[in-house]
Nanobody
Framework: QVQLAESGGGLVQAGGSLRLSCAAS????????MGWYRQAPGKQRELVAV???????NYADSVKGRFTISRDNAKRTVYLQMNSLKPEDTAVYYC???????????????WGQGTQVTVSS
């Protein structure tokens, strides 16, 4: 079993910054992909940023130039640095990880419990 533990959400004024963290633990062989998604009230969950191990980052157009995703493979942790936050960034942010759990490459997708980010105007 694998757990994703998120932290770093909160309330911030427009123009401010927050840093989210997500640490993976459990039965893990490797983590090819880690990323962040968000879901605002009444809207579908959407991709924010994704970072394959050793690969190229992918960002939603709405956050390009403001958000930065990074990961520490040794700590099995992914981060999301969010700058110049806007009220429309308000949402529950979810960590996602594709986890390979054995030598044969069997994998499963996992989600964190979500962390609330609220940006006031």
């Amino acid at each position: 079993q694998v757990q994703l533990a998120e932290s770093g959400g909160g309330l911030v004024q427009a123009g401010g910054s927050l840093r989210l963290s997500c640490a993976a633990s459990g039965s893990i062989f490797s983590i090819p992909v880690m990323g962040w998604y968000r879901q605002a009230p009444g809207k579908q969950r959407e991709l924010v940023a994704v970072l394959p191990s050793g690969g190229i980052t992918n960002y939603a157009d709405s956050v390009k130039g403001r958000f930065t995703i990074s990961r520490d493979n040794a700590k099995r942790t992914v981060y999301l640095q969010m700058n110049s936050l806007k009220p429309e960034d308000t949402a529950v942010y979810y960590c996602n990880a594709e986890v390979v759990y054995n030598y044969y490459g069997a994998s499963q997708d996992y989600w964190g419990q979500g962390t609330q980010v609220t940006v006031s105007s």
